[in-house]
C-alpha cells in the first residue's frame, strides 16, 4: 500500500502485528520475513532447534551444503541453543550424521524415538504390539509390498530383490556408508530386539490402498503415508511427542523451541514447537501450520532459518 501506516501493534500472541491506517486496521502475519530483530521484537527467544534431515538439513541430492553446515555448527559450538535432529530415518542413518555434526543434544529417530548420544542411552522408544505387526505382515503379503522394522539399533528388511537394491545402496550422507540394514525373510521371526517401527516399502502409485486398510485394520498405531512407504509406530511415538519429551528432559518450556520441516512427518512436531518453520518444498498442510516459511534446502532454507536466532 502506498497510505501512510500512522501505527503498528503487535498482537498478544507475539506471531501478527496490526497496522493500523486512519480507522483501518489490518493484520498481518509474519511468514517469509522473520529476522533475528523482529523475533526479538515479538518477544520469541528460542533454547532448542529440532530440525528434520531429509529435505531440510540436507539437500534433495543428499548432500549437506557447506554453508548450512558451517551455520549448524555455529548454533552448537556457540551452546547459546541446543540443536538437534528429528528424522523418520533409522538409527543406522541418523547415528552417523549425530555424529558428525557432534551433537550433544538427545535426538529424535525413526519418527519419535529418542536416544541421549552423550551415554548412548535410549529415553523413549516404545515398542509395537505384536497383534498390530502381525495385522501389517497380513496386509504386506496381500498386497505384495516390502516391510522393514526398526529397532533402537538396526534396521531389518523383509523385501523383495528390486527393493532390496535400492534400500541397500541407501546412504547417511551422500557419499558416506558406514552401517547397513539386514535382509530378513520373517519379519515376525528374525528381528531380535523389539519393533518400534514398520514401514510398509513399494515405489507404486496405488500405495493409497495399502494405507486406507492399515488404518483401518491396524490399532494403537499412528500412521502416516509418505511418497514411497507408509510409516507405522506406536500411537505414543511421533516427532510432536519427541519435540515435547526432549524439552522436558532439558528443562526448556515448548514455547521456547524452534521445529524446522518438510514433510508430512513433520507436522506434529511443528504442532508441538513453540515456532514452527516450513521449507517451501513443504507441502501445504504444513506450510499453512508454520509461523515462517524458508526457502528449499538445495537453497539454503535452513541456514535461513538459523539466521532468525542469531
Excluded at 489490518?26 to 533454547?47: H, L, S, V
Excluded at 538427545?106 to 498390530?132: K, T, Y
Excluded at 518453520?277 to 509461523?291: G, S, Y
Excluded at 535452513?302 to 536466532?309: N, P, R, Y
Aim: aromatic content about 8%.
Amino acid at each position: 500500500t502506498n497510505e501512510k501506516i500512522e501505527e503498528w501493534i503487535l498482537s498478544a500472541d507475539g506471531r501478527s502485528f496490526w497496522m493500523r491506517n486512519g480507522f483501518s486496521l489490518i493484520r498481518c502475519y509474519y511468514r517469509r520475513n522473520y529476522t533475528a530483530e523482529m523475533m526479538k521484537r515479538c518477544g520469541i527467544e528460542i533454547k532448542l532447534i529440532m530440525s528434520d534431515i531429509d529435505g531440510t538439513l540436507l539437500t534433495s541430492e543428499n548432500n549437506l551444503l557447506p554453508s548450512t553446515e558451517k551455520a549448524v555448527r555455529k548454533i552448537i559450538d556457540d551452546r547459546k541453543c541446543a540443536f538437534t535432529l528429528s528424522t523418520g530415518r533409522s538409527i543406522i542413518y541418523t547415528d552417523p550424521l549425530v555424529e558428525y555434526l557432534n551433537i550433544q543434544t538427545p535426538f529424535a529417530f525413526s519418527g519419535g524415538a529418542i536416544i541421549d548420544p552423550r551415554e548412548s542411552r535410549v529415553l523413549f522408544a516404545p515398542v509395537i504390539e505384536l497383534e498390530q505387526i502381525e495385522k501389517t505382515v497380513v496386509i504386506a503379503e496381500k498386497y505384495n509390498v516390502g516391510i522393514l522394522a526398526h529397532t533402537a539399533n538396526g534396521m531389518f528388511c523383509q523385501v523383495n530383490d528390486k527393493d532390496w537394491l535400492t534400500i541397500r545402496s541407501l546412504e547417511w550422507m551422500i557419499g558416506r556408508q558406514d552401517t547397513f540394514p539386514k535382509r530378513i525373510e520373517d519379519i515376525g521371526n528374525e528381528v531380535p530386539n523389539e519393533i518400534i517401527r514398520l514401514d510398509l516399502f513399494a515405489e507404486v502409485n496405488w500405495l493409497s490402498k495399502v494405507w486406507e486398510e492399515v488404518n483401518l485394520k491396524v490399532e494403537k498405531v499412528n500412521v502416516i503415508k509418505m511418497s514411497r512407504s507408509i510409516e507405522i509406530t506406536d500411537k505414543e511415538m511421533d516427532k510432536g511427542s519427541a519435540i515435547r519429551r526432549i524439552s522436558k528432559f532439558l528443562g526448556i518450556p515448548l514455547k521456547n523451541t524452534m521445529a524446522i520441516g518438510d514433510s508430512l512427518n513433520d507436522v506434529s512436531l511443528l504442532e508441538a514447537a513453540g515456532f514452527g518453520v516450513a521449507m517451501e518444498t513443504a507441502p501445504e498442510c504444513l506450510k499453512d501450520m508454520a509461523d515462517a516459511l524458508v526457502p528449499s534446502s538445495d537453497e539454503g532454507g535452513l541456514e535461513k532459518a538459523l539466521q532468525m536466532i542469531a
